[in-house]
């Protein structure tokens, strides 16, 4: 039981992706004003989300489903 908790937490990480930031303010009197800041990050989908939303595997992941429950 411990072996499958483990093998679906790694399949559950996030896979990490590019990482953009960007900064503007506006200077006034050797001071920041409107300071804005934007961190955006694009990650891939792991395989197990892309496994059970993607249309490609919705029938292999049905099949999973009740095979396991079936079994249990």
Do not use: H
Not at 37 to 60: M, Q
């Amino acid at each position: 039981m411990i072996r499958v908790i483990i093998i679906l937490l790694m399949l559950m990480q996030p896979s990490f992706g590019g990482c953009n930031y960007s900064a503007t303010a506006d200077v006034i009197n050797d001071k920041l004003v409107n300071k804005k800041e934007k961190y955006v990050c694009e990650e891939d989908k792991s395989f197990f989300v892309t496994f059970w939303t993607s249309e490609k595997w919705v029938r292999p992941a049905t099949y999973t489903f009740l095979f396991i429950l079936e079994n249990l």
